[in-house]
């Protein structure tokens, strides 16, 4: 077909082919309207970087066979926050949280996310897993990599609400990272001081050893023997030093951990509550309504030409078609009819 003739087809069923796509755009319109319209409220954050414990790379390893970390935390890096927003504790706690609720009559009067969001189960513990599956959905994060910031998107069918989630999440996130770096924190003050101990015995011990040498040997720089021999000596007194010092800054520094409370993220924007809703998009719907509609009249147009000119120059051909499409009619509503109970074959 030429595109004359292709023109020619689409003017001749020019009423299906202008008339559906403006039907197919109305009932898009119509469709959105009836759409319960949603906002997404976002607030953005950066993580704070740890501060890095720089050391000679000797006694970092050192401190590594003790088990203690110098280097950077990778529990800290925004990928890491960003999967945690959808963690499972994160979530419940959510759901469980009491929210001004925006269907209340009273303007004071709140609810818990479960009961807002509607989420029914069969007990708490099924009504909390299928609202996990529903909070997740209404969440989504994004993570710059150069800058190291993070964005968090929450969407709701009230803009308050949105604003409210989204902040709280930050709060739990906070808390969350706090009691974790606390409770890690602990734990290693709790090593360290065990370690310290032992690292001060073998320091005395060290320190004896030497001091015994030099009473009982106070020419040793006339034989070279001797001279070795203190060198091992006092070097074993360095290393142990070393230890001992390093486990000391590892327990203050723990102890400073253990109660520090600070928030561990830098809120960048706060959220708050949107003015646009974000779905649904009533022009683009409408725009893809009469794009569907308008290929569908070209494609309908073609087809009907199509099938008017076999039914003219081809009329056995299409006869035997008709013929077959009556027969096959027939046959599937027989067969339709006898599997329904009560039917009786005629």
């Known amino acids: ?164 989630i989204a902040n709280r999440f930050i709060d739990y996130l906070n808390d969350f990272h706090t009691r974790k770096r606390q409770s890690q924190a602990r734990e290693r003050r709790k090593f360290v001081e065990q370690r310290i101990t032992a690292a001060e015995l073998e320091l005395r011990a060290a320190e004896e050893e030497l001091r015994t040498f030099y009473e009982r040997n106070r020419s040793y720089q006339q034989a070279p023997q001797l001279v070795f021999e203190e060198g091992r000596l006092r070097r074993q007194v360095e290393i142990r030093q070393e230890v001992y010092l390093t486990l000391k800054r590892e327990y203050e520094t723990a102890r400073i951990e253990e109660v520090n409370d600070t928030p561990v993220i830098t809120v960048i924007d706060p959220a708050v509550p949107p003015q646009q809703r974000s779905r649904p998009r009533r022009t683009v719907m409408v725009l893809l309504g009469f794009l569907l509609g308008a290929i569908l009249g070209g494609f309908g147009a073609v087809g009907a030409d199509y099938l008017h000119r076999v039914q003219r120059e081809e009329r056995d051909v299409y006869g035997d078609l008709a013929s077959l499409l009556a027969s096959t009619r027939r046959d599937v509503t027989r067969t339709l009819r006898s599997m329904l109970p009560g039917q009786h074959h005629r």
């Open 1 to 164: 077909m030429t595109l004359l003739g292709l023109a020619t087809v689409l003017l001749r069923h020019r009423r299906l082919v202008l008339g559906l796509p403006v039907a197919t755009s109305v009932v898009t319109a119509g469709i959105s309207l009836l759409m319960h319209p949603s906002f997404t409220a976002t607030t953005t954050f950066v993580p704070e970087a740890p501060s890095a414990v720089r050391m000679p790379s000797g006694l970092a390893g050192i401190a590594g066979q003790l088990g203690l970390s110098v280097g950077g935390d990778a529990t800290r890096s925004p990928r890491f926050y960003a999967d945690v927003l959808k963690s499972r504790e994160l979530l419940e706690r959510l759901l469980l949280s009491r929210y001004l609720d925006p269907r209340a009559a009273q303007p004071n009067d709140s609810a818990r996310l479960l009961d807002i969001l509607q989420i029914r189960g069969r007990d708490l513990a099924d009504s909390l897993s299928n609202g996990l599956g529903i909070l997740q959905s209404l969440v989504a994060t994004q993570v710059d990599n150069q800058t190291g910031m993070v964005r968090l998107n929450v969407t709701s069918w009230y803009p308050d609400l949105a604003a409210a």
